[in-house]
Structure formats: structure tokens, C-alpha cells
């Protein structure tokens, strides 16, 4: 069986301009999941398991709602959604659980229709608080590989930075790359800019090897680089925003987006 699922490896940057500016990048591989062939990779792959631990793992609870299937959850908002002809095949773009432990910023679900063209996309961001929040946005555009969405900032991630913002989304489809660029606008004015791009390489237990040696405690490292880069924020004399705490697993729909200028995914 020749496996759709693959691997991204390359980087994710960081950069923002207001209040104070501040820039990093760094080093991350990720997954790319046909969610249908979960099952089929947990047999066929020494080193990943689903739903049960492996040195390399993908858990539903992760995800979502964190109470049933990922497929289902999925399927269950694009439905919400009115965009149900989307939910034919689904791709997840994601860091999987290293010795148990994982922590993913943003995943992002690729979700086709029967023709297999990508129809919406659901870009699932986490804080360190341990909420989720996911952006549910259909795609329309003519362009076969390129994605442009926008949608209002709904969810408190970065406690130093304001939430009246609006977010672009900009997407270069999964092939021998992938981009997914996405940037915060406050007052029409871009203050925050991240960015990850990865080549693609087929998925196999050598191949997930390598990467437990090339990029070791990668997830842990993810979360402390995230505290360390808020340490350094905080010291350039940026004050806290104040978090509001939510329950549950909270949903905005975004809206297709046209190419502005200067843009070059």
C-alpha cells in the first residue's frame, strides 16, 4: 500500500513589530496525516502508534473536543460549518507526540471534496493554558495550490498581544512543500507575522527515526522555546494582557480572502 501520509521538515518563524519588535526561528518537523490511514500507520509503522503510546504517537483526545474521534469531530464543524461536501478526505498537518508528550501552537486541517481539490481548511490553534480554538474557513480560490482566508482574532494566545486583531491566512498546499503563513493585523496595520514551511519526504519507520535523532525532545523543546521567547518579550518591558478563561473547545468561521499586495506564498 503506498501511503499518502508524509513527512514536512524545515522551520517556523516569528516576527512582530509592535509593541516592541522581536524575531526568532526555529528548526520543526511535522506530519502530514490522511486521517483515513491513522489505522493503517499505526500497523505498518515500527515507531508510531495511534491512540496508544510509541516513541511517535497521534491521539484523538488531542485534538478537538478531545472526546470521540478526530474524523468525526472534523466532519461534525464542517458540517456546522455548511460545508459538508469538504469532509471527503481530510489531511492533518501536525507535530505528533514524542515519548508521550506533545504540544502543537496551531495544526492544520486540509479538507477536500470528491474531486479532491481543497474546499476549507480548519486551523486549530492551542495556548499554553490549555485551551483550544479552531478557525474554520472555506477555500474558493481558482488558484490550485495557494489558499487566502482571513477571519477575526477570536482566541488568546500570545499574552502580549492585544486581541483586536485580524488575522490573514495564507497557504501554499501540501506538495514538495508547504507554507502556511498567517498574519495579525491591528487597526489595518500588520503587527505580527508567523510562518512555517517545510519539504515534504515520504513517512517511514527510517524516516521517523532520523528525526527522533536529528531533532530530539523536539515537543518539549516547542514548549520551552515558547516560554523562553515570552521571557524575553517580557523583558523588553511589554505589559501582560489580561486572559479571559474559557470552557470547551471554541469555533470562528472565517471568510475566503483575496491576494493583496506584496504577498508571496
Known amino acids: 500500500m503506498t501511503l499518502r501520509s508524509s513527512i514536512y521538515s524545515g522551520s517556523v518563524t516569528h516576527s512582530r513589530s509592535a509593541p516592541r519588535s522581536h524575531r526568532f526561528s526555529y528548526r ?127 482566541f488568546y494566545v500570545s499574552p502580549f498581544m492585544d486581541m483586536s486583531q485580524d488575522y490573514q491566512f495564507r497557504v501554499r498546499l501540501p506538495g514538495e512543500s508547504v507554507t502556511v503563513a498567517v498574519t495579525g493585523l491591528q487597526r489595518g496595520e500588520a503587527v505580527i507575522h508567523t510562518a512555517l514551511h517545510g519539504r515534504r519526504s515520504p513517512l517511514t519507520s527510517m524516516a521517523l527515526l532520523r528525526r527522533c535523532l536529528s531533532y530530539p525532545l523536539l515537543t518539549l523543546k516547542v514548549t520551552a522555546a515558547i516560554h523562553w521567547q515570552a521571557l524575553r518579550i517580557w523583558r523588553k518591558g511589554v505589559r501582560i494582557r489580561a486572559r479571559e478563561p474559557i470552557t470547551g473547545h471554541s469555533v470562528t468561521l472565517g471568510r475566503p480572502a483575496t491576494r493583496v499586495e506584496g504577498d508571496n506564498v
Open 28 to 154: 520543526v518537523w511535522w506530519m502530514l496525516i490522511d486521517i483515513d490511514e491513522l489505522d493503517e500507520l499505526d500497523r505498518s509503522l515500527r515507531l508510531f502508534a495511534y491512540n496508544r503510546f510509541n516513541l511517535f504517537s497521534i491521539h484523538d483526545r488531542d485534538f478537538g473536543r478531545g472526546d470521540g474521534a478526530l474524523r468525526t469531530y472534523i466532519k461534525d464543524r464542517l458540517a456546522a460549518a455548511g460545508l459538508t461536501h469538504a469532509g471527503a478526505r481530510i489531511e492533518l498537518l501536525t507535530m505528533p507526540r514524542m515519548c508521550g508528550y506533545a504540544f502543537n501552537p496551531l495544526s492544520v486541517y486540509f479538507c477536500r471534496d470528491a474531486t479532491g481539490r481543497v474546499s476549507a481548511m480548519v486551523y486549530e490553534v492551542h495556548n499554553t493554558f490549555g485551551e483550544r480554538h479552531s478557525y474554520v474557513i472555506e477555500a474558493t480560490e481558482a488558484e490550485s495550490d495557494v489558499v487566502r482566508q482571513a477571519a477575526g482574532k477570536s
